[in-house]
Every structure is written in structure tokens, then in C-alpha cells.
């Protein structure tokens, strides 16, 4: 049975401030540049796409300026402590409003836990097995499909294939 910790190391510290050791010059640039932009676009738009979603489900309006704004600042910060850039979660998202939960602490609690089973219970962490955290991502992918769209596939007269 394979676990997580046969899919490779677990961190055991936390992480460090420190600068990205690259050389700063114009060819360094040319190369990330093209790569670093396409990678912001695209979590710009799941993040934009993630909040229109949940406004449409909550009938709520969100400063979608503010969110932009955030996510750069937060995937600056992130850079800084050897982190990946990230992007708002359409799952996550949707099953918090599914849950009942509209606030922000709800994705704050989610962040605490995983920090905490990254740090604290990382023995208990490397002993899950792969297929449990398959079946968990499958079973929050059939959570939020609407299953009533699809019946309605065939009547959207913006659809190119009908």
C-alpha cells in the first residue's frame, strides 16, 4: 500500500527568509519574465473565476480588485520564504459555501490545519494512504459539479458544437 510518504520527503522545519539566488540580470529576466507572467494570468483568472463563482452562489458581491491585489502580495511574500505561487481553489471554496461557511476564517482554519499537520503531525501525515486522498479528491470533484447543467448542455445556444 503506498502512503504519502512514499511520494517523497516530508518538510521538517518551517520555512526561511531568504532572497531567490539567481543572478540579477537582463538574461535572467528574458527567461522568467515569459514563464512568471503566464503563470500570474492564469491564477489571476482561477482566482477572478473562483469569486464570481461564489458570488453567484451566495448573491454577494466581492472586490475583485482586493483579491487581485491580495494574491500578488501574497505570492510575493511566498517567493521570499522558497514558497509557490498560488491561487484561489474552486473546490475548497465551494465546499465552504456548501457547508454553510461565507466567512474568511473558514479558509484561514483549513491553512492552520495543514500548516499544523505539515509541522506538528507529519509521523501521522506520511502513514496516509494515496488511495484515501484519492478518493477524497474525487468525491469533493462529483461535490461540485452541478449535475442539473448538464442536462441543459443542449439548449445554451452559445455552445459552438450544437
Same mark, same amino acid.
Given at each position: 500500500?503506498? =502512503?504519502? #510518504?512514499?511520494? +517523497?520527503? *516530508?518538510? @521538517?522545519? !518551517?520555512?526561511?527568509?531568504?532572497?531567490?539566488?539567481?543572478?540579477? %540580470?537582463?538574461?535572467?529576466?528574458?527567461?522568467?519574465?515569459?514563464?512568471?507572467? =503566464?503563470? #500570474?494570468?492564469? +491564477?489571476? *483568472?482561477? @482566482?477572478? !473565476?473562483?469569486?464570481?463563482?461564489?458570488?453567484?452562489?451566495?448573491? %454577494?458581491?466581492?472586490?475583485?480588485?482586493?483579491?487581485?491585489?491580495?494574491?500578488?502580495?501574497?505570492?510575493?511574500?511566498?517567493?521570499?520564504?522558497?514558497?509557490?505561487?498560488?491561487?484561489?481553489?474552486?473546490?475548497?471554496?465551494?465546499?465552504?459555501?456548501?457547508?454553510?461557511?461565507?466567512?474568511?476564517?473558514?479558509?484561514?482554519?483549513?491553512?492552520?490545519?495543514?500548516?499544523?499537520?505539515?509541522?506538528?503531525?507529519?509521523?501521522?501525515?506520511?502513514?496516509?494512504?494515496?488511495?484515501?486522498?484519492?478518493?477524497?479528491?474525487?468525491?469533493?470533484?462529483?461535490?461540485?459539479?452541478?449535475?442539473?447543467?448538464?442536462?441543459?448542455?443542449?439548449?445554451?445556444?452559445?455552445?459552438?458544437?450544437?
Amino acid at each position: 500500500m503506498r =502512503t504519502v #510518504a512514499n511520494l +517523497g520527503q *516530508l518538510p @521538517s522545519s !518551517l520555512p526561511c527568509f531568504g532572497f531567490p539566488n539567481v543572478p540579477m %540580470t537582463l538574461d535572467t529576466l528574458q527567461i522568467l519574465l515569459p514563464v512568471s507572467l =503566464t503563470l #500570474a494570468a492564469i +491564477g489571476l *483568472l482561477e @482566482s477572478l !473565476l473562483t469569486a464570481q463563482i461564489i458570488d453567484d452562489m451566495t448573491d %454577494t458581491p466581492s472586490n475583485k480588485n482586493r483579491e487581485c491585489m491580495g494574491q500578488g502580495a501574497a505570492n510575493m511574500a511566498s517567493a521570499v520564504f522558497g514558497g509557490m505561487g498560488g491561487c484561489a481553489m474552486i473546490g475548497q471554496s465551494v465546499i465552504n459555501v456548501s457547508s454553510r461557511n461565507r466567512g474568511r476564517l473558514s479558509a484561514l482554519t483549513a491553512g492552520v490545519f495543514l500548516l499544523a499537520l505539515l509541522s506538528i503531525f507529519q509521523d501521522l501525515l506520511a502513514i496516509v494512504p494515496v488511495a484515501a486522498l484519492t478518493a477524497a479528491m474525487i468525491m469533493v470533484s462529483i461535490n461540485t459539479v452541478c449535475w442539473a447543467s448538464i442536462v441543459r448542455l443542449r439548449s445554451n445556444p452559445c455552445h459552438p458544437l450544437w
